[in-house]
């Protein structure tokens, strides 16, 4: 299992806001860099519980790496991480 410590300290956590129905929802981002292969887990948390994990499949596609039915969700998420990043 690995240490969250030191993956905050590799790569700190950032926020995102997603816009749904005329309300904002804010969400905690806590990205995992594996170095041997440059391939990022992207935790995602709202209000302190776990919503999940997404990765990048594709250069623009996202989805959950547990079989969560929402892989529209997964698209938004993905798309604001990558803002996040430019």
Known sequence: MFEVDNILAESPAFQIVLEFSCREIELDIVPHWYNRDNHCDFYIFQDGQELGTVICIDINE?????????????????????????
């Not at 929402?70 to 938004?76: E, I, K, S, T």
């Not at 991480?81 to 430019?86: G, L, P, R, T």
């Open 62 to 86: 996202w989805e959950w790496v547990a079989s969560i039915e929402l892989r529209w969700l997964a698209q938004l998420i993905g798309n604001e991480i990558d803002w996040h990043y430019m």
